[in-house]
């Protein structure tokens, strides 16, 4: 017998499934605070991916000796859009999975990539960014059971 899903069961089904995904990959960050992984998904494919941490050469510590994140920590939607960037391919009407929603700086990177659709599973503390896109008409989702 074939189940047979609306397209919403099946975006949802899709949604905690890449949102998974993301949060394995945020396991590969070093960063001992905050673990965060995101994921870019455009006409059903994984266009790139990011975690949070150190720009490429640099130690891979992301807090000082006082536990703060060190100002130059990059986080994993920027990661992500600036290694699509760096791709043949863009960003331009993809869907954001995240483990964190984004903040105020990162909100600007992705409304001004093309993303048209944001997936997160946790909310960040200052859910300014979310408002920012919501206002901007990025369709924001948010996914606490996966």
Not at 40 to 50: Q, R, W
Request: charged share 30%; glycine share 6%; with cysteine.
């Amino acid at each position: 017998m074939k189940i047979k899903y609306d397209s919403k069961e099946k975006q949802l089904r899709y949604d905690k499934a890449y949102l998974k995904m993301a949060l394995e990959w945020a396991k590969l960050s070093h960063c001992k605070r905050k673990q965060v992984g995101a994921l870019l998904v455009k006409d059903s494919m994984i266009i790139s991916d990011g975690y949070n941490g150190a720009p490429t050469g640099f130690d891979n510590c992301c807090e000082d000796e006082n536990e703060k994140t060190l100002w130059y920590v990059l986080h994993a939607e920027a990661n992500a859009i600036m290694k699509v960037a760096k791709s043949t391919n863009n960003s331009e009407g993809a869907t954001l999975y995240i483990t964190l929603s984004p903040c105020k700086e990162c909100s600007k990177l992705v409304l001004q990539a093309g993303i048209k659709r944001v997936v997160y599973y946790k909310g960040y503390k200052d859910d300014e960014g979310l408002k920012f896109l919501e206002k901007a008409g990025v369709e924001i989702e948010h996914i606490t059971e996966v």
